[in-house]
C-alpha cells in the first residue's frame, strides 16, 4: 500500500467509510494505481458527511444527488467523479450489500476531445526556443540539458509526460536504441525503439550527465537529483510556448479544439506518423495496430480517432485516392437550370 493511498484512506469519516478502504486496498492489490480514484472516494466520502449523515445505505438518492453535485460541468469530468462510485456499488453489490449503481445513459454523453496539433512551423519555433531560452539553474542545475532532450523525446516518440519523466538510467538501451516504459497509464510495461538521431542525442546527454550514476537514477533529474515533478514540467512549457509567440487559451469549450500543451506533443506524433503511412501508400489497417502499441492505447479506437478529426487529413487521403485511381473513378458535373 503507497503513503498516499494510506493517507487518504486515514482521512475517511462516513458511513462508508471502512467499506471504501476495503475497496480500494483491493483495487491496489490487483495491481492499479488507482490515486486518482481513491481521491475521488475520499471527496465522496466527505459529500456523505456533510450531506448524507446518517445514511447507512448507498441508496438511489444519494447517488443522484452525487451525480447533480457535478451538473453543469464537462461531460468528461462527470463521468470521471461517477465511475469510482459506481465501481464502489458494484463492490458492496457483490459482497450481498444493497447498493445502487447508475444505469447506462443516465450521465451526459460525452464528446470527443478534439486535441491541439502543431504546426512543422509551431515545432521548429518551440525548440527554437528551449534550445535558446533554457538557461542553467542554481535551484536546478542540470535544467538546460534536460529539457531539450526531454521535449524531444515527448514529440518524436509520443510518450505520455510520466513516462518520459520517470524513466530510469537502466530503463534506456543506447547500445540498442530501445526505451523500456515501466511506468505507464495501464500498467503495461512495453519497450519501443528510438530514431537513431534522437538516440544520438540521447547518448550525448548520457555521457555528460550520467556517468557515474546507478541504473536506478532518474535518467532526466529535476531538483536534488529526483525525476522531474508535473508541475515543473508543465511551467517550463508554458514558459516555452510564450517565449515561442504561441498563445494558450485556457479551457475550450466542449468539441472546440483544444488548446495546446506537453500532451499535443503525444497527438502531433499520432498525427505526423499517419501522414506519413498515407504519403507513402501504407496499408492503414495493417499499421494502426503497429501504432495502438507504440503508444500504449488499449483499445484500437483510440489510436483510430486520429484519422477523424484533421482536414488535412481527410485532403491527404483524397490525394492518395486520386494518385492510385486515377479516372478510374469518373468526376460528376451536376448541372443547374
Known amino acids: 500500500m503507497r503513503p498516499n493511498h494510506r493517507r487518504i484512506m486515514k482521512e475517511l469519516k462516513s458511513n462508508f467509510a471502512e467499506l471504501i478502504k476495503e475497496f480500494i486496498e483491493q483495487k491496489v492489490n490487483l495491481g492499479y494505481k488507482y490515486t486518482?480514484?481513491?481521491?475521488?472516494?475520499?471527496?465522496?466520502?466527505?459529500?456523505?458527511?456533510?450531506?448524507?449523515?446518517?445514511?447507512?445505505?448507498?441508496?438511489?438518492?444519494?447517488?443522484?444527488?452525487?451525480?447533480?453535485?457535478?451538473?453543469?460541468?464537462?461531460?468528461?469530468?462527470?463521468?470521471?467523479?461517477?465511475?469510482?462510485?459506481?465501481?464502489?456499488?458494484?463492490?458492496?453489490?457483490?459482497?450481498?450489500?444493497?447498493?445502487y449503481s447508475l444505469p447506462k445513459g443516465v450521465m451526459p454523453k460525452k464528446v470527443k476531445y478534439r486535441p491541439y496539433i502543431y504546426s512543422d512551423e509551431e515545432i521548429k519555433r518551440i525548440f527554437s526556443t528551449i534550445d535558446k531560452t533554457c538557461n542553467v539553474s542554481h535551484i536546478v542545475p542540470l535544467r538546460h540539458l534536460v529539457m531539450p532532450v526531454f521535449f524531444r523525446l515527448l514529440y518524436?516518440?509520443?510518450?505520455?509526460?510520466?513516462?518520459?519523466?520517470?524513466?530510469?538510467?537502466?530503463?534506456?538501451?543506447?547500445?540498442r536504441g530501445i526505451l523500456t516504459l515501466n511506468h505507464t497509464k495501464n500498467n503495461r510495461v512495453r519497450q519501443i525503439p528510438v530514431h537513431p538521431d534522437l538516440m544520438n542525442r540521447m547518448k550525448d546527454f548520457h555521457d555528460t550527465v550520467h556517468l557515474l550514476s546507478i541504473p536506478e537514477a532518474p535518467f532526466f533529474p529535476g531538483r536534488n537529483g529526483k525525476p522531474m515533478t508535473v508541475g515543473n514540467v508543465y511551467r517550463n512549457f508554458r514558459r516555452f510556448l510564450w517565449n515561442a509567440r504561441i498563445s494558450h487559451s485556457g479551457k475550450t469549450d466542449i468539441g472546440e479544439i483544444g488548446a495546446p500543451t506537453v500532451h499535443s506533443f503525444r497527438h502531433t506524433f499520432a498525427v505526423n506518423c499517419l501522414r506519413k503511412w498515407m504519403k507513402q501508400g501504407k496499408n492503414l489497417h495493417a499499421y494502426l495496430p503497429v501504432l495502438q502499441e507504440y503508444l500504449g492505447h488499449i483499445n484500437i479506437d483510440d489510436t483510430e480517432y486520429y484519422l477523424h478529426f484533421s482536414t488535412d487529413m481527410i485532403e491527404d487521403v483524397r490525394e492518395t485516392l486520386e494518385k492510385r485511381l486515377g479516372n478510374i473513378i469518373p468526376t460528376t458535373k451536376i448541372e443547374t437550370k
Open 36 to 99: 486518482e480514484q481513491a481521491k475521488i472516494l475520499r471527496e465522496f466520502d466527505l459529500y456523505c458527511v456533510v450531506n448524507f449523515p446518517d445514511t447507512v445505505i448507498l441508496d438511489k438518492e444519494l447517488v443522484f444527488n452525487w451525480l447533480f453535485h457535478h451538473r453543469g460541468k464537462h461531460p468528461s469530468t462527470i463521468e470521471t467523479k461517477c465511475s469510482p462510485i459506481n465501481q464502489f456499488a458494484k463492490f458492496c453489490s457483490a459482497k450481498g450489500i444493497e447498493a
Open 156 to 175: 518524436c516518440c509520443g510518450l505520455r509526460v510520466s513516462e518520459a519523466r520517470l524513466l530510469q538510467v537502466k530503463d534506456v538501451d543506447l547500445e
